[in-house]
């Protein structure tokens, strides 16, 4: 799928200054009307969060998942990302979710007979809440 067909233009792509990346891409992007934008120089964490989802939505989900055409792709990459901003456990503080706050404590063992735990499936059981 093109942006255009969407509606949409890139104006600018961001990447860090790898060798990788030859001179010929900057000057094909920029006849597409994109400007390359580079990271700053010896800084490996400027463009972290973006790499650890795509690592994370790889792993978890496009590694497990057989893809059948574009609205599937698009499909499943919506449910991931609201499983990833709003259910997903993240290594932060207390390992909160992004948008929701902690849970109260269990601070009486008899609350933990009473606890009503459900498991929900999401994409059939790729990705569990």
Not at 30 to 35: L, V, Y
Not at 37 to 50: E, F, H
Not at 72 to 96: V, W
Request: hydrophobic share 40%.
């Amino acid at each position: 799928m093109d942006l255009q067909d969407a509606g949409c233009r890139a104006r600018f792509l961001i990447r860090d200054r790898d060798a990788k990346f030859p001179d010929l891409l900057d000057a094909v992007l920029a006849d597409a009307g994109i400007q390359t934008v580079l990271t700053g120089v010896r800084m490996p964490r400027m463009n972290v969060v973006m790499e650890r989802w795509v690592q994370t939505c790889r792993r978890e989900l496009l590694d497990r998942t057989l893809i059948w055409n574009q609205r599937h792709l698009l499909h499943a990459l919506r449910e991931f990302e609201t499983f990833y901003n709003q259910h997903r456990p993240h290594q932060g503080i207390a390992n909160a979710r992004p948008l929701k706050p902690l849970p109260p404590p269990i601070n009486e063992p008899d609350q933990i007979a009473h606890l009503s735990i459900r498991r929900t499936q999401r994409l059939g059981g790729i990705s569990n809440e």
